[in-house]
Nanobody, 120 residues
Framework: QLQLVESGGGLVQPGGSPRLSCAASGRPLEHYTIGWFRQAPGKGREGREGISCITTDDVRGYYADSVKGRFAIVRDNAKNTIYLQMNNLKPDDTAVYFC??????????WGRGTQVTVSS
């Protein structure tokens, strides 16, 4: 059973650059496509594909228009962790951030999320 735990959230000033982590246990993350999703207060989850994802071969990375050019997803198989480097944060980036793991023939796995609040 794969388990995911997000961390790295908190109160961030506009323009800040925190890094979120999605640490896995139970199975190697290298076999999964990993996505980052977020849900802002009072809103549904943003986008069907989330805000960013990375495939098992790391060749194709996806970024939603709302974060393109500011966020970067990085896979570290040695640490069994996926990172989301966030730069130049805006108040609209305030949300609970979740990571998701997907592989053919398996159910989706989700972490419990980490809150990011962008405010001065």
């Amino acid at each position: 059973q794969l388990q995911l735990v997000e961390s790295g959230g908190g109160l961030v000033q506009p323009g800040g650059s925190p890094r979120l982590s999605c640490a896995a246990s139970g199975r190697p993350l290298e076999h999964y496509t990993i996505g980052w999703f977020r849900q802002a207060p009072g809103k549904g989850r943003e986008g069907r594909e989330g805000i960013s994802c990375i495939t098992t071969d790391d060749v194709r990375g996806y970024y939603a228009d709302s974060v393109k050019g500011r966020f970067a997803i990085v896979r570290d198989n040695a640490k069994n962790t996926i990172y989301l480097q966030m730069n130049n944060l805006k108040p609209d980036d305030t949300a609970v951030y979740f990571c998701n793991a997907a592989a053919t023939g398996q159910p989706y796995y989700w972490g419990r999320g980490t809150q990011v609040t962008v405010s001065s």
